[in-house]
Each structure stands twice: as C-alpha cells, then as structure tokens.
C-alpha cells in the first residue's frame, strides 16, 4: 500500500500562485508515475499534469501548460505542484495520485491511478 497527502492549497486571489505537495509513504517503491488530478463541483475529474520516472519531462493538460510545474523529489517523497496566474476557473479539489504501472504517458484517467490523496481545495477569487 501507498498513502498519498496532498498539502498547501487554501484561497488565493486571481492572479495569484499557489504550491501544493504531496508525501507519499508506504512502499514508495512501488510507484513509477504521480500525477495531480483536480475536480470541480459538477465536474469530472480532470489530469492537471504528472510526472512518471520513466520519462524525462513532466507532462502537463492544455488547461495549465505554461502556468503550472510540476517537480518530484525522491529523497523526500515528494510531488509538487507550483501554479502561477490562477484564474478562478481554477477552484477545485486537487488531488495527488499514483499508479505502479508503467505507461510511457501520463494517462488522464483516474482508473489508471491505484492510490489518491483525499485531495486539497483550492478557491480562487475574482
């Protein structure tokens, strides 16, 4: 089993930025790709990025590219999440996911995904 908690988030105004980590625990080991899902009310749930050991640059949706960085760091367990310019099109819960398999893609799937963070909400303001 890996545990995934997802930190930082909160209300930030438009415009502003925001950094999100996720620890993860357990066997660690296991993991070969994390990604950061977000879910807004009535929405479906929707890959922001990820970043999968096997390949070298993360990968990021249309929707953030160029405004988002997502970084890992392995001696901590950690993925971050760093968002620039928010728009309050970007309130949701995000959340920190993991997968044991080995894919060449970050897959926008969240049935790819074997553990999840309960997830951290994120509020824009106009």
């Known amino acids: 089993q890996v545990q995934l908690v997802e930190s930082g988030g909160g209300l930030v105004q438009a415009g502003g930025s925001l950094i999100l980590s996720c620890t993860r625990s357990?066997?660690?080991?296991?993991?070969?790709?994390m990604a950061w899902f977000r879910q807004a009310p009535g929405k479906e749930r929707e890959l922001v990025g990820g970043?999968?050991?096997?390949?070298?640059?993360?990968y990021y949706s249309h929707s953030v590219k160029g405004r988002c960085t997502i970084s890992g760091d392995n001696a901590e367990n950690t993925l971050t999440l760093q968002m620039s310019s928010l728009k309050p099109e970007d309130t949701a819960v995000y959340f920190c996911?993991?997968?044991?398999?080995?894919?060449?893609?970050?897959?926008?799937?969240?049935?790819?995904?074997?553990?999840w963070g309960r997830g951290a909400q994120v509020t824009v303001s106009a």
């Open positions: 357990g066997r660690t080991y296991t993991v070969n790709a």
């Open positions: 996911a993991a997968t044991t398999k080995y894919s060449l893609v970050i897959s926008p799937n969240p049935a790819w995904y074997d553990y």
């Open positions: 970043l999968a050991w096997n390949i070298s640059r993360p």
